[in-house]
């Protein structure tokens, strides 16, 4: 797995953008006066006395409204680029520029099961499926753990769902907790596999996804993780939860300045707690439906705007694609996965995840991800952009046949068919040799790749003693929580 030489390094497609330089900029002003003006609360006291330090105001407790020079500083020290690495500590994803890597979510309540149509609540094998099934995906680079596995104590299945990430898949992580002890744990899990702290800090393998209650109302547990993680020196995913017309103003532009001072604060936090700390930025600007009250993730009105912010501040972004709002494997599962991942990677985003979710995020489904593997082989190869040379021009070998030859034998045909996109799902037959190999609908054939890659071959698993280490941890976490 090189995702190095995956096209990325290049992308010669326009950069899109919903915001002009000149509206991404008045968007900033008005996140920093949010900030300064409306305040946010930090339900952690810890985290206000370390800005309450730094200079910002405090009121009725935890009420902290932070001076403009703060943000303006924390975007200057944040890093531009965040390289995550993958189980043997091979720099494998550099999170800049508009390079874009792709996985699935983590809280999934239901599976559509591909074995028998069935939706149900999900169990922890759904789990270890779903993470065998990103590592056998060629265009699926990292993993989390798709499902909520209902089969297990609520109070320790985060450390369930990092041990089996960290077994059953070499691809970086990235892992939630409901809890600050979870992710303690989950971190020294991480660590046991990577060789020590050190190890895990200068080639991380972990990101850690953080959402808060609120874009300008930020938990303890969310707090505590963010400033767990900066001081440790890994990476975490913030995330403002932007819900037009619910936690924050139904118009596109108010949302977005009121995410990006969700996302500043917590930014401001991370670089007090260590300078340079790495933070990827989030939040989507999910809409309420007023005739339903349901959050779609497929909606078209805020599709981008949180990258387009992310590439104007220079800091990496966690975009969220490859998903439907759709109840079943249909048409418009399809059509959303390919459109939402489309605008993605064309707005920049880096880290985009929630790839098979079906049902707004409640149900994730295998072969929807096996399918978007296949929609993103086509987007890579449409990214990398055409060359204009003198080889591929190829005056000489169209003088050379003439008008009324053909190119099929040509040595210039022979070194250039293989740079075209060859799909693994998509049917690219006649309708004789479609009906002759079976007659399978795309459903059908991403089922089969499903369970052809759970029938495979697997990664290796962990050394004895390192399982050892992770069974210990959960272990000890489950006497703490009994």
């Known amino acids: 797995m090189n995702h190095l030489m995956s096209g990325f390094n290049e992308i010669k497609a326009p950069l899109f953008k919903q915001f002009s330089d000149e509206q991404l900029q008045e968007i900033h002003f008005a996140s920093l006066e949010i900030l300064e003006r409306t305040g ?10 370390m800005l309450k330090k730094a200079g910002a105001q405090v009121s009725e ?58 939706r149900r609540k999900a169990v922890l094998a759904d789990v270890v499926d779903a993470i065998k099934v990103c590592d056998g995906l060629e265009n699926i680079d990292f993993v989390m753990s798709t499902f909520l596995p209902w089969d297990l104590p609520q109070e320790t299945m985060d450390r369930y769902q990092m041990e089996a990430m960290l077994s059953h898949s070499r691809k970086p992580i990235g892992f939630v907790t409901p809890g600050f002890e979870g992710c303690v744990d ?7 596999v990577a060789g020590g702290q050190e190890a895990l800090r200068c080639n991380p393998f972990i990101a850690c996804y953080i959402n808060l209650t609120a874009d ?45 001072a969700g996302n500043l604060a917590g930014l401001v936090l991370s670089q007090l707690k260590c300078e340079g700390s790495p933070f990827i930025w989030g939040g989507w600007g999910l809409h309420m439906d007023m005739r339903t009250q349901i959050f779609p993730y497929a909606s078209p009105r805020m599709r981008g705007l949180g ?46 995840h929630d790839l098979g979710y079906l049902e707004s995020g409640l149900t994730g489904s295998l072969e ?15 990214m990398q952009g055409i060359e204009v040379s003198e080889e591929t021009l190829a005056l000489d070998v169209i003088d050379k046949v003439g008008p009324e030859g053909h190119f099929i034998d040509t040595e210039h045909t022979l070194r250039h068919f293989k740079e075209d996109w060859y799909p693994f799902l998509m049917d690219h037959r006649t309708y004789e040799g479609w009906e002759a190999a079976g007659g399978k609908s795309i459903n059908v054939r991403a089922r089969e790749r499903v369970e052809q890659i759970l029938n495979g071959p697997q990664t290796e698993i962990l050394s004895a003693e390192v399982q050892k280490k992770i069974r210990t941890i959960i272990e000890r976490a489950e006497v703490d929580k009994g």
């Open 40 to 49: 946010v609360i930090l339900e952690f006291p810890d985290a206000v006395k």
């Open 61 to 118: 407790g935890n009420r902290v409204r932070i001076p403009s020079h703060l943000a303006e500083w924390a975007l200057r020290t944040a890093p531009k680029r965040v390289v995550l690495c993958d189980r043997e500590g091979n720099r494998v994803m550099p999170l800049e520029g508009r390079k874009s890597f792709f996985g699935t979510g983590s809280d999934c309540l239901n599976i559509l099961d591909h074995r028998t149509g069935e």
């Open 186 to 192: 989950c971190v020294e899990m991480a660590e046991a």
């Open 216 to 260: 300008l109302r930020h938990n303890k547990d969310s707090l505590q993780k963010l400033l767990f993680m900066a001081e440790k020196g890994l990476p975490t995913t913030y995330t403002p939860t932007g819900n037009r017309g619910a936690l924050a103003p139904m118009t596109p532009a108010g949302a977005q300045a009121h995410i990006n």
């Open 307 to 352: 990258a387009a912010s992310a590439q104007y501040y220079g800091i990496p972004f966690f975009g969220l694609s490859g998903c439907s709002d759709s109840k079943v494997l249909d048409g418009q599962a399809t059509a959303e996965a390919a459109l939402t991942l489309m605008v993605d990677v064309l707005s920049g985003a880096n880290l985009i």
């Open 368 to 382: 929807l991800l096996a399918i978007c593997d296949d929609i993103i082989g086509w987007i890579r190869h449409y």
